[in-house]
């Protein structure tokens, strides 16, 4: 062995200088090769020593190929040197031309394949069908993608070093020393090398594992899975690009579209500016009109009657004349006595006739208010709301023709009014010529009784006003609601009831007021709960809002509630003495009423109802009157209960408790402490119709409560302790009568509130007393019911 390694090293020293001395042009190169193909065969020489004989050749003619560079796609020569010196000594003994020629042939060979001839076609080595993708440095052999990457491949077994065909292989190493060396990982269920990944775990696992733990999962050998991960990570790596110029560029537009709302807001408001400056122009132009008018009848009417005082002053002064004329011509005698007589007589005869030609009729200026309907109209002109950029021209030519629409009929409303008589002002009218012009703004018959003439008939402003809110079952439903009658064939029956006694969601404590809203939606004010809860129309829980406090949205003994033609919810905050207002679900939007006994104060309001105007009615108990106001809680008008009974055959005060509009614009009051209801005219200047007293006879009530009308004028009146409710026609005569003792309520369970549910059923709220609501025998009772 020592021998042997001397032999080899001194071949090595002296291998330069015979590779020197041959001439050879290429020299310079194969020197700069010689250090790296020595120790290849080297490596080789030492190799073989441990082999048997036979294989011995083979690795010999390997070896014989190394004095050129490595290169392991050269196909395996075809013949056998038996000694391994020898191939190295031709190499170097030969010719030039002997190298020019394998010069020549490595260049032929370089036009192609690696390894092959530019006219072999090159398979995989497994398949021998498709075209290989990858070679094995330990096997020598090219792969296509799909026979690398098989589980049961040798490459991916033996964990071979596997490269893309197009990567040159490291030049002077052993093929498997290209790649580093890795840690081993061990399978921690049973010890053995792992060599494949399991994609269901996401677990490497060894080879017994896929034959019992993961024997139905899908796996891959190790190598190729981190293949294809790092395919996928690449691809990972490309998306967050691609995501993040995406992000970047919406985040642009974003800064781009936030820069045009904002120029889109300032042209908005600009819009509104100019559009709301139309009409407080025409406003205060038709102020200055009617000031300026008034000024110039006022101008009129003092000149004539100065001209009158100087005639009548002439007059005083011509008779004075005469009288003084007469009396001197006491003292004469003849016949100059009987000529001042003549004469005084004539100038006492010619001032008399006079004066009485100069008779002027009494007038007085006649202001005739505006339609207050108008006004409700002119809060609504108007909108924004956000549309899609394509479609604002559409949407701006609808609404325009939406606003030519609606000015046509205020002004046909208008042109109605204005053609209509008014016998009661007219002798006003025609005192003065200016003032016939006036109806450009007509009097809404309504509104001015109401506002400033209490003399007038209430006949006239009832009829004569076509444009005035009436009541309606649903407020903003759009089919008629008619009362049906119940369906239970048992008497007091309902259909269904929920609200049970409690403070979780569905359970109410003494609850009062009721109302149903154009969804179909029962709500219901929790009264001792201080809350609002809405409920479904098979009487599941909802939503609620609200809780006890003075701030908005919050309540002290809610009592009447009802919605509007807009969908928004009216609430009687009765011990906060307020009214507020919120959206169908429960967002606050407004609030209005205080404490005390001024126009549009409360003392404990009780219920509430709304006309199709908007306008809002309640019933202020303790200071025994109803206000009306608008749709945002201005002040309109009211009507106190005092001295409405001449008679003194009442047991007390009004007490207005329950309260609704009639289809014809009425307004129904129910009396509580005095068992009776009340019609009163739609301008809140008197009662029209009086009926009902104690009792529980037909026409008689005892205590009556919460009331509502059907679309064909029908009035449902709560009779509270009579446990009943009452069916009328509009002029409060009665229909029929609705018995609701049933098993499971007692006398203490009293209706107080009742409405109709889209289909024209009977919904009735029943209010327990104080000290029964504590009762645990109670808490089974349910207040709610449909019948």
Known sequence: ?????????????????????????????????????????????????????????????????????????????CSSVQNPIGP??????????????????KEDNSSGSPGTSSSVSITCFRCEERTPTTRCLECNDLFCHECCHKVTSDCQLREHTLLPIHQISPIGVRPNSVTNEKEVMYCELHGDPVKFYCEACIIFICQECTLWVHKDHC?????????????GVFRAIEDTKTGTKAIKTAIDRAVALSKAYEKETAEANLKIRKAMRCYAQAIEDREKYLLDKVEKMRQAKMNELTDHMNTLRGILAGLAHTNETLVRSMDSEGIDLFMAKEKARA????????????????????FIPPNYDLVDQIKRQCDVQPAP??????????????????????????????????????????????????????SSHTRSSNYYDHSISSSITVDSNPSRGIGQAIPGYWMSVTVRPTRSPVPGVPMFSFGKEGQEEGQVSRPWGLCVDREGNIIVADRRNNRIQIFNCRGEFKTMFGSKGTGPGEFDLPAGITTDTYGR?????????????????????????????????????????????GNIVVTDTRNHRIQLFTSDGTYITKFVFEAANPAKMLKGPTTPRGVCFTTCGNIIVSDFENHRLLMVDPTLSKVLHCMGREGSGIGELNRPSGIVTDDDGRIIVADSKNHRVLVFTSELRILWAVDLKSPGLDDKDRPSDVALTPEGYLVVLFETLPDTARDISSHGKQYIKVY
Request: charged share 10%.
């Open 347 to 366: 100038q006492v005869d010619y001032f008399s006739c006079m004066f009485k030609n100069m008779y002027i009729t009494e007038e007085r200026i006649l």
């Open 88 to 105: 190295v000594s031709r190499d170097f003994s030969t010719n030039n031309h002997n190298n020019n020629h394998q010069n020549h042939s």
């Open 569 to 613: 919810i009216i609430v009687i905050d009765k011990d906060n003495h307020r009214v507020q207002i919120f959206t169908s679900s429960g967002n606050f939007i407004l609030k209005f009423g205080s404490f005390g006994k001024e126009c549009g104060q409360f003392q404990y309001p009780w219920d509430v109802a709304v006309n199709t105007l």
């Open 389 to 442: 950029a394509g479609s604002i021209h559409s949407l701006t030519s609808t609404t325009s023709l939406q606003s030519r629409q609606s000015l046509l009929s205020l002004q046909s409303l208008q042109s109605l009014q204005s053609a209509q008589s008014f016998s009661p002002l007219s002798y006003h009218i025609s005192a003065s010529n200016s003032l016939r012009n006036i109806p450009d703004y007509p």
């Open 219 to 231: 796996y891959s050998p190790i190598k190729g899975a981190l293949d294809i991960c790092r395919i």
């Open 1 to 77: 062995m020592t021998s042997f390694a001397n032999m080899t090293s001194s071949m090595a020293a002296s291998l330069p200088a015979t590779t020197s001395a041959s001439g050879n042009p290429a020299g310079k190169t194969t020197e700069q090769e010689d250090p790296l193909a020595m120790t290849h065969i080297l490596c080789n020489l030492l190799e073989n020593m441990n082999k048997p004989p036979s294989l011995q050749s083979t690795t010999v003619a390997t070896s014989a190929s190394s004095t050129v560079p490595y290169d392991i796609w050269a196909l395996p020569s």
